[in-house]
């Protein structure tokens, strides 16, 4: 059973809903918005098993006025899937709207030049105190940017986990507990091939692609860490920092580079004529989006595309809107 309390007239139900997710494997936040609204149901003295339009509103209202507006979203949605188990045992419960999560990080895309100044920095790195960053900062950075992977899952590669011949990256565990094949250009697969001789060189017990010292991954503050580095080498400052309700700050990443990737490859597509609303769902399977929104987002990302669409319809509207007078 639960080892949190409850006194509410829900209380019962609250428990059994609590230990049905657990029993589902679900990680949610239903624990922390359920104590909220049994806290709220005892104070008010609430004494009928039943969840109206006007008491969860007010709830909502005089409760969650200070979170952030992404947090609320997260609450009302983990809230109506308890009401949704009330409904289905006979009591009844008002389900809200979701209110729409608020997308205020915009990701950093590395430009053309931005990118060749990183690799050139990545590649002439020097370290007296840690002369191995030399060899797997460059090669991670490739990773990142040739494969659209998440910082995590290029830190977990092991050895068993690429296929040199087929130029393949088997990606496990990922997020949403998925696996997904990865694809890799000719090129860096070539790249990948080399690295993995000279590291296997000094032990060919190693398992890791990208280990540490004491041989562990690599964690992703060191990464983080050597990535400012380079970045300072290459002349691209970081941004300035804002922080927002919660106090969180959002910078240059080494994500950055999965953004740019998705960017870019929908960019490619452009070129090439292919619409990028067909490709979309392909990319979103690459790069292991659980929804397809979260891929389409990129499409209104890049200003290479701006830039080729307003050259196009430039070239094909010349002379068919009068001139406007200075």
């Not at 300072?232 to 300035?240: E, K, N, Y």
């Not at 389409?296 to 070239?315: N, P, R």
Request: positive net charge; hydrophobic residues 35%.
């Amino acid at each position: 059973m639960s080892k949190k309390t409850y006194g509410s007239i829900l209380k019962n139900e609250i428990i059994e809903f609590i230990e049905f997710r657990k029993a589902q494997g679900l990680h949610h936040m239903c624990g922390a918005v359920l104590r909220r609204l049994d806290t709220y149901l005892t104070e008010n003295a609430i004494s009928v098993k039943k969840l109206t339009p006007d008491l969860i509103d007010t709830w909502v209202a005089k409760n969650f006025s200070d979170l952030n507006p992404n947090t609320v979203t997260s609450y009302v949605a983990n809230y109506i899937q308890f009401a949704k188990y009330l409904n289905t045992i006979g009591i009844e419960a008002y389900l809200p709207i979701t209110p729409p999560a608020r997308q205020s990080y915009v990701p950093y895309i590395f430009s053309k030049n931005e990118v060749e100044a990183i690799f050139y920095a990545a590649d002439n790195l020097k370290s007296e105190n840690n002369p191995k960053a030399e060899l797997w900062v460059p090669m991670l950075l490739r990773l990142l940017y040739g494969c659209g992977l998440r910082l995590s899952e290029a830190l977990s590669l092991t050895f068993t986990d690429i296929d040199l011949d087929e130029g393949i990256l088997f990606i496990r565990n990922a997020k949403g507990n998925k696996d997904r094949l990865v694809p890799m250009d000719k090129n860096l697969a070539e790249i990948l091939k080399e690295y993995c001789i000279d590291v296997q060189r000094e032990n060919n017990e190693r398992k890791l692609l990208f280990e540490s010292s004491v041989k562990n991954r690599i964690s992703n503050q060191i990464s983080l860490r050597w990535f400012h580095r380079v970045l300072r080498d290459a002349g691209i400052g970081l941004l300035p920092t804002t922080e927002n309700s919660v106090g969180r700050t959002r910078n240059i990443c080494l994500n950055c580079f999965r953004h740019t990737f998705a960017v870019k490859s929908l960019h490619i597509q452009h070129v090439n004529n292919i619409d990028n609303y067909r490709v979309t769902p392909f990319l979103s399977t690459y790069l292991g989006h659980t929804k397809l929104a979260g891929t389409q987002k990129y499409l209104h990302m890049t200003a290479e595309i701006s830039e080729d669409i307003h050259k196009t319809t430039t070239a094909y509207s010349r002379g068919l809107f009068p001139e406007v007078p200075r």
